[in-house]
């Protein structure tokens, strides 16, 4: 087998060293075109990372809907009128929409920046206090330290029970106190905390989710008189059916039961995460074609010097080449000899510039998250070791089409003529 000759190997390897510069340079242009492909590629990989922690595991095909003021006199109801949605509406989603999966009414009555709301002995905190379903953990989940989140017998027997976030946790608990089981005074009435909870985003919308509590919706309802109103919906689809056709079937029901004109599309208002997470995901491949055509220009780049300068060699062995063939070398040994050493050259320096690629990412992220410099729109770049093996295998045979020319060019050389060039 050619490939386990040792004498062609020694033959390769004395040649490649016999100008150890141009054979440096030669090989630093295939290196840094793979270096710069992997970087290129893991800091592409760190941005979208970053936007999607900054969403945490919602899921992408979320729904929201809220009522707003309508905008279209219909049936005698003049334009700017207010509603509210109500648990008979809940009902109705449920009934009339197979399409969506999870459904979660949602109700907020106070907002951490408003007065003190929570007591706990001689500590106070004003806290964003939240009435929810058990699917929400489902459509936006969180991290559960201890405990449990709300559950389905929660909200049947409207039981008075509280999830709290970190933040809450820290400020009205000392560090070693455990709070599930413990109690807190919300506007006078007494909660038990069943479980404590982290957001699962970053940055300041992770620290904004930290301080809510959440509390059975059921049980928000009936003790803050808040009646069947319900603040806004939280939903899902299907996997295999598109969040805007559920959406849209979604607010039409709406608009019936509420007397809202059909053409009135602000009446009632809505967010698809579905089309968001489509639009980054059009982005990033976006960001990634491009880092495929700079990069593999740039390896383009090294390879053709890689095939210029095996002409050069070639023509220096020109003598050597020739006296091989008056010898009995075939053609075929000839040109693959040629063509290896190529394949040799660039497959060496690719797989040195992809490992301390690979190296670079992994010494970033690691500074990244010991000086806390991540950030939601940062973090984690990496590289995906399939696209890294893909790039390396185009890069071998890039290295084998770059050493055909000067093959040619050597097999073309009659032995007699090799011989006489000076």
């Given at each position: 087998m050619f490939l386990l000759d040792t004498d062609k190997w020694t033959e390769?390897?004395?040649?490649?060293?016999?100008?150890?510069l141009r054979t440096f340079f030669t090989a630093f242009g295939v290196f840094w075109g793979i270096f710069m492909l992997v970087i290129m590629l893991g800091s592409g990989k760190g941005l979208k990372n970053g936007v999607n922690q900054g969403m945490g595991d919602m899921a992408n095909n979320a729904l929201f809907m809220w009522t707003q003021p309508t905008t279209v006199h219909y049936?005698?109801?003049?334009r700017g009128r207010r509603y509210n949605f109500r648990n008979d509406d809940t009902k109705a989603l449920r009934e009339n929409l197979p399409e969506l999966e999870y459904i979660a009414p949602r109700l907020q009555i106070f907002s951490a920046q408003g007065d003190n709301n929570i007591v706990r002995g001689e500590r106070t905190g004003a806290f964003s206090i939240q009435g929810d379903y058990p699917d929400m953990n489902k459509i936006d989940p969180m991290n559960i330290h201890s405990g449990r989140f709300i559950n389905q017998h929660d909200i049947e027997k409207k039981r008075k029970v509280i999830v709290i976030g970190t933040r809450v946790k820290d400020e009205m608990f000392e560090k070693e106190e455990d709070p599930i089981g413990d109690y807190l005074r919300i506007r006078g009435v007494y909660f038990r905390v069943v479980g404590v909870f982290s957001s699962k985003k970053?940055?300041?919308?992770?620290?904004r989710e930290n301080q809510q509590i959440f509390m059975p919706f059921t049980t928000l309802q009936q003790t803050y008189n808040m009646g069947d109103v319900v603040g806004w919906y939280s939903m899902t689809s299907f996997k295999e059916i598109p969040a805007s056709v559920a959406l849209e079937k979604a607010?039409?029901?709406?608009?019936?039961?509420?007397?809202?004109?059909?053409?009135?599309?602000?009446a009632v208002g809505s967010f698809n995460v579905e089309t968001e997470f489509q639009k980054m995901e059009n982005l990033f491949s976006g960001i990634n074609g491009l880092i495929w055509i700079v990069g593999i220009g740039t390896l383009l780049a090294g390879v053709i010097g890689v095939s210029n300068i095996m002409l050069i060699v070639v023509k220096e062995r020109t003598k050597e080449i020739g006296i091989?063939?008056?010898?009995?070398?075939?053609?075929?040994?000839?040109?693959?000899?040629?063509?290896l050493e190529s394949v040799f050259l660039t497959a060496l320096a690719g797989y040195i510039g992809l490992v301390l690629g690979v190296a670079t990412l992994e010494l970033i992220n690691y500074l990244l998250i010991k000086f806390g410099a991540s950030t939601d729109m940062f973090t984690r770049p990496e590289v995906d070791f399939q696209?890294?093996?893909?790039?390396?295998?185009?890069?071998?045979?890039?290295?084998?089409?770059?050493?055909?020319?000067?093959?040619r060019r050597a097999t073309q050389i009659k032995p007699i003529d090799a011989i006489r060039d000076e």
């Amino acid at each position: 087998m050619f490939l386990l000759d040792t004498d062609k190997w020694t033959e390769i390897l004395h040649a490649l060293s016999k100008n150890k510069l141009r054979t440096f340079f030669t090989a630093f242009g295939v290196f840094w075109g793979i270096f710069m492909l992997v970087i290129m590629l893991g800091s592409g990989k760190g941005l979208k990372n970053g936007v999607n922690q900054g969403m945490g595991d919602m899921a992408n095909n979320a729904l929201f809907m809220w009522t707003q003021p309508t905008t279209v006199h219909y049936k005698g109801f003049p334009r700017g009128r207010r509603y509210n949605f109500r648990n008979d509406d809940t009902k109705a989603l449920r009934e009339n929409l197979p399409e969506l999966e999870y459904i979660a009414p949602r109700l907020q009555i106070f907002s951490a920046q408003g007065d003190n709301n929570i007591v706990r002995g001689e500590r106070t905190g004003a806290f964003s206090i939240q009435g929810d379903y058990p699917d929400m953990n489902k459509i936006d989940p969180m991290n559960i330290h201890s405990g449990r989140f709300i559950n389905q017998h929660d909200i049947e027997k409207k039981r008075k029970v509280i999830v709290i976030g970190t933040r809450v946790k820290d400020e009205m608990f000392e560090k070693e106190e455990d709070p599930i089981g413990d109690y807190l005074r919300i506007r006078g009435v007494y909660f038990r905390v069943v479980g404590v909870f982290s957001s699962k985003k970053n940055d300041q919308q992770a620290e904004r989710e930290n301080q809510q509590i959440f509390m059975p919706f059921t049980t928000l309802q009936q003790t803050y008189n808040m009646g069947d109103v319900v603040g806004w919906y939280s939903m899902t689809s299907f996997k295999e059916i598109p969040a805007s056709v559920a959406l849209e079937k979604a607010k039409k029901l709406m608009r019936e039961r509420h007397s809202i004109a059909p053409d009135d599309e602000r009446a009632v208002g809505s967010f698809n995460v579905e089309t968001e997470f489509q639009k980054m995901e059009n982005l990033f491949s976006g960001i990634n074609g491009l880092i495929w055509i700079v990069g593999i220009g740039t390896l383009l780049a090294g390879v053709i010097g890689v095939s210029n300068i095996m002409l050069i060699v070639v023509k220096e062995r020109t003598k050597e080449i020739g006296i091989q063939r008056a010898l009995g070398a075939t053609p075929l040994s000839v040109k693959s000899q040629i063509v290896l050493e190529s394949v040799f050259l660039t497959a060496l320096a690719g797989y040195i510039g992809l490992v301390l690629g690979v190296a670079t990412l992994e010494l970033i992220n690691y500074l990244l998250i010991k000086f806390g410099a991540s950030t939601d729109m940062f973090t984690r770049p990496e590289v995906d070791f399939q696209k890294a093996i893909v790039a390396l295998i185009i890069l071998i045979i890039s290295g084998a089409l770059a050493g055909l020319i000067p093959a040619r060019r050597a097999t073309q050389i009659k032995p007699i003529d090799a011989i006489r060039d000076e």
